[in-house]
């Protein structure tokens, strides 16, 4: 922007007036606005996740296929008292090697003989313990039996509960000794032993013919009568 230089004479003298350039200021360079950063935006709260409530753990109860839950009945426990380890032992009788013709026929001969003995003395009802096993699945724990007119109908274990009599380990006296005249013509040995009161078998080992684990064992003791 230019000033004026302004001069003043008295008398006769005219005013003059000179413009007089002055040195031009370069114009302010305005800075650009600054750009507005966006606004940072907030992040939302970091929701704590709440621990994952495992389900109540599900106990499943094992079942024994060979044993029927029920009340215990106390009056058969006295049936057990011999029954204990270290109780009285069976006598082992005698043992028949069945390669042999003769003890074959002797086998044949003692348990048919027997057989005749039991049935002119065996009542038309009973209760006997009973304990079986195999290689296969192994031993089983003593069972005391109850038989009516030659048929098993009641079972117990030695806890007094119930056991069903599906199993191959519930039978009658009478179906130990078909077991024995089977065996006689079947098994490569048998040992056996008879009780000498009422002449059933009280202690059964066979041995198959084949292979060296094949064996079985059946002990029957404390025979009682019924009304």
């Known amino acids: ?26 114009p302010v360079q305005r800075q650009p606005p600054a750009r507005r950063q966006p606004p940072v935006q907030k ?7 709440l621990p994952v409530e495992k389900p109540p753990e599900v106990r499943r109860e ?48 003692t348990v048919r003989k027997q057989r005749q003995l039991w049935r002119s003395r065996k009542p038309s009802a009973y209760r006997y313990l009973l304990r079986v096993g195999c290689f296969c699945p192994g031993a089983r724990g003593w069972q005391l039996m109850e038989v009516r007119t030659g048929q098993p109908l009641r079972a117990w274990d030695r806890t007094g509960r119930s056991v069903p009599l ?49 064996w079985s064992n059946t002990e029957a003791r404390a025979l009682r009568r019924l009304r």
Not at 43 to 49: E, I, L, N
Not at 77 to 105: S, V, W, Y
Not at 171 to 197: C, G, H, K, T, Y
């Open 62 to 109: 094992v079942i024994d296929t060979t044993t029927v839950t029920g009340p215990r009945d106390a009056s058969v426990l006295i049936f057990f008292r011999d029954t204990a380890p270290g109780g009285l032992q069976p006598a082992r009788g005698r043992t028949f090697k069945l390669q042999r013709t003769e003890e074959r026929q002797d086998l044949r001969t």
């Open 166 to 214: 599906t199993d191959w380990n519930t039978v009658s006296i009478d179906r130990l000794f078909d077991n024995l005249e089977q065996a006689v013509d079947s098994e490569r040995q048998v040992q056996i032993a008879f009780d000498p009161r009422w002449h059933f078998p009280t202690y059964i080992r066979t041995v198959a013919m084949r292979g060296p684990d094949t």
């Open 1 to 26: 922007m230019s000033r004026v230089l302004r001069i003043f004479l008295t008398g006769s003298i005219a005013l003059v007036v000179i413009p007089v350039a002055c040195h031009q200021q370069p």
């Open 43 to 49: 992040q939302p709260p970091v929701q704590k996740q």
